[in-house]
């Protein structure tokens, strides 16, 4: 038999109860479709994820106080132990490779201006935390040596702070905000950045000079984290790795596992941010396919009811001189076919969804090729797969029986 004509037979087939092959595509189409969108959620997750993280600083080390297994335990266990100083701070700054350093201090506190308050992050920090968290000042000016050698009590707003407390299109420089109780003169205010997934928002922080926060807020000079800027991407691991030697030798500790502080690069956030978002992409890809094994069952029901219907035909066929693998092969098409067309709708669906979600802010998605080949492997696979069986059963059924059937 002719290609051409099993794929006439095949239309003429599908076409003949358009409201049962529709159905059936729709489960196709729902499964692909869901598959596509679990894929962009997650690889959009992914790339945010990523992008935060290296909107943090450019080749940037942290060295956190405490030790610290995992990449999840970085937020809850910093500042928690009390084992690194300015004199740490000092020390890594003299290693080669280091271009810069921001010791800080943080705590929450809360933040009153007349009647509006607001509790947030308090960092305690020097001029060089501009450059090395890549901050941006939208108004004002940021923290200044002379304001840390003379304790002053200014501070820098984040602009979800300034929004809480003074609304709107008001600029706060100039003016005196209250930090648990004691006066602070705000002298700026940074520009949106947004959520870097660690540690919250700068965006919803404020930022002193660290000598003030020392002697007015906290009252010790234990340091919460130290943010190191390497010189470039290449000396990472070698500062790093310094970092770790000089602060076992400081800190007298011999064993690196007992070690009191952890020192994690910037590379390492991202592979165990990448490494837990591609896990919960499989995780997503993995439920949503399920649907489409329920769509493959449709198809199989569906062919067996259609083999039914046809007995006296596939007998008359068989009588007349069609082979088993010509009978076969009709009704394996007529599943590949199905699922084929629910495949291309399926992927319509898909990306427009993942669009919408994207276009209207609902959630980060990225539409990779990877999921549109895939969704077509797929739904090819599911059509000989599924349609498989029906197509066996169809090319054995003896020619003579099946003219007898009713």
């Avoid at 894929?39 to 060295?63: K, P, W, Y």
């Avoid at 991407?233 to 602060?247: P, S, Y």
């Amino acid at each position: 038999m002719l290609i051409s004509d099993l794929l006439e037979e095949t239309f003429f087939a599908i076409s003949a109860n358009k409201v049962r092959s529709g159905l059936t595509i729709l489960g196709i189409v729902i499964g692909i479709g869901s598959v596509i969108v679990m894929i962009a959620i997650g690889q959009g997750a992914t790339g945010s994820i990523e992008a935060s993280i290296q909107s943090m600083g450019s080749n940037l080390i942290t060295v956190s106080p405490g030790a610290q297994k995992s990449f999840s335990m970085v937020r809850s266990q910093r500042g928690t132990s009390t084992t690194l100083t300015e004199n740490d701070a000092q020390a890594i700054f003299e290693l080669s490779g280091v271009e810069a350093i921001a010791p800080q201090l943080s705590n929450r506190y809360q933040l009153v201006y007349k009647g509006n308050n607001t509790n947030t992050q308090v960092v305690g920090t020097t001029d060089d935390y501009l450059t090395v968290r890549n901050i941006t000042i939208a108004s004002g000016s940021f923290i200044s040596d002379l304001n840390n050698e003379s304790a002053s009590k200014v501070v820098v707003l984040g602009p979800t702070v300034s929004e809480d407390l003074f609304g709107e299109d008001v600029d706060p420089v100039g003016k005196t905000i209250k930090i648990n109780k004691i006066s602070f003169k705000v002298i700026g205010v940074t520009a949106s950045k947004g959520s870097s997934g660690m540690g919250g928002s700068q965006d919803d922080m404020v930022f002193v000079p660290l000598s003030a926060m020392e002697k007015f807020l906290v009252g010790n000079e234990y340091l919460s984290t130290l943010s190191v800027q390497a010189e470039s991407e290449k000396v990472m691991d070698t500062v790093a790795a310094d970092i770790t030697d000089l602060l076992l030798v400081r800190h007298e500790i011999i064993d690196v596992t007992a070690a009191d502080f952890t020192v994690q690069s910037q590379e390492d956030m991202l592979e165990s941010a990448s490494s837990i978002s591609d896990t919960l992409t499989i995780l997503l890809a993995a439920i949503a396919s399920i649907s489409l094994v329920v769509g493959g069952i449709g198809i199989m029901n569906m062919m067996m009811t259609t083999v039914t219907e046809r007995t006296r035909e596939i007998g008359l066929r068989k009588a007349i001189g069609a082979k088993r693998k010509d009978i076969s092969l009709q009704f394996l098409i007529e599943a590949t076919m199905l699922t084929f067309i629910g495949g291309i709708l399926g992927v319509i669906l898909g990306v427009a969804i993942a669009w919408g979600l994207d276009i209207f802010g609902l959630t980060d998605t990225k539409i990779s090729l990877f999921s549109v080949f895939l969704a077509f492997g797929v739904s090819a696979a599911i059509g000989i797969a599924f349609g498989y069986w029906p197509a066996r059963q169809a090319s054995k059924l003896n020619p003579i029986e099946a003219l007898r059937y009713e």
